[in-house]
């Protein structure tokens, strides 16, 4: 299995910009997809999970961000809205196959396929 992120760059404050993680060697129809990201010096943060026709999201971007896919594209995307500067970080997609539960979905752990990670940058 493996993972191309793409989508980062520089983006203003309250600006909005999708990532993008295209998939091979399998379909994300039967895999739970998951975005982190991990700022300098921090650790990597959950940020969202899509599993089946179920979606799980972190506390800091919840109402900001959303993971969607398009199967046809075997691709999963993370739209965000209303950037701040404190989320600027390397963004990472990952996979697990098969359905997980909210508790390991969540975690860095729970993900056996990493994407190489995108910059995105906020200014203020």
């Known amino acids: 299995v493996q993972l191309q992120a793409s989508g980062g760059g520089l983006v203003q404050d309250g600006g909005s910009l999708r990532l993008s993680c295209a998939v091979s060697?399998?379909?994300?129809?039967?895999?739970?997809m998951g975005w982190f990201r991990q700022a300098p010096g921090k650790a990597r943060e959950f940020l969202a999970a899509l599993r089946a026709r179920n979606t799980f999201y972190g506390g800091r971007v919840k109402g900001r961000f959303t993971i969607a896919r398009d199967d046809g594209k075997n691709t999963v995307y993370l739209q965000m809205n209303s950037l701040r500067p404190e989320d600027t970080a390397l963004y990472y997609c990952a996979a697990r196959p098969g359905n997980a539960i909210m508790s390991v979905a969540s975690t860095e752990g729970g993900y056996g396929y990493w994407g190489q990670g995108t910059l995105v940058t906020v200014s203020s």
């Open positions: 060697g399998r379909s994300i129809s039967t895999t739970t």
